[in-house]
Nanobody, 132 residues
Framework: QVQLVESGGGLVQPGGSRTLTCSGS????????VGWFRQAPGKEREVIGC????????????VYSDSAESRFTISKDYTDNTVHLQMNFLRPEDTAVYYC?????????????????????WGQGTQVTVAS
């Protein structure tokens, strides 16, 4: 069964860092496009960025939304079948549930999507709370 599972959320102090992990189950996640999104209470889901999926085992080319502000980095790990979201200099306004998603298109090649509608399979989300 194809599944995505996010992990790594928790309580972080302002200014701190956190790395979230999106794990693939039943398929090789790094070979697929993956997007990272978040949703804060009372707000719409917001895109953070995405990374392409390719048949080659290469590090991929991430694309970021303006809101990422260079504080967020997306990477993938073929050995662990994971895609990571590293977050630095966290602020209270970064508090949200963070989701990863994929469009389940194998080896799609260059490019990825910053629109949530393009993704078919989502994880359950992981809560990140930034507070002192």
């Amino acid at each position: 069964q194809v599944q995505l599972v996010e992990s790594g959320g928790g309580l972080v102090q302002p200014g701190g860092s956190r790395t979230l992990t999106c794990s693939g189950s039943g398929f090789h996640l790094p070979y697929y496009r993956v997007g990272w999104f978040r949703q804060a209470p009372g707000k719409e889901r917001e895109v953070i960025g995405c990374i392409d999926g390719d048949g080659r085992e290469y590090r991929g080319v991430p694309v970021y939304s303006d809101s990422a502000e260079s504080r967020f980095t997306i990477s993938k790990d073929y050995t662990d079948n994971t895609v990571h979201l590293q977050m630095n200099f966290l602020r209270p306004e970064d508090t949200a549930v963070y989701y990863c998603a994929t469009d389940l298109v194998l080896n799609a090649g260059p490019g990825c999507y910053l629109k949530s509608q393009k993704y078919d399979r989502w994880g359950q989300g992981t809560q990140v709370t930034v507070a002192s």
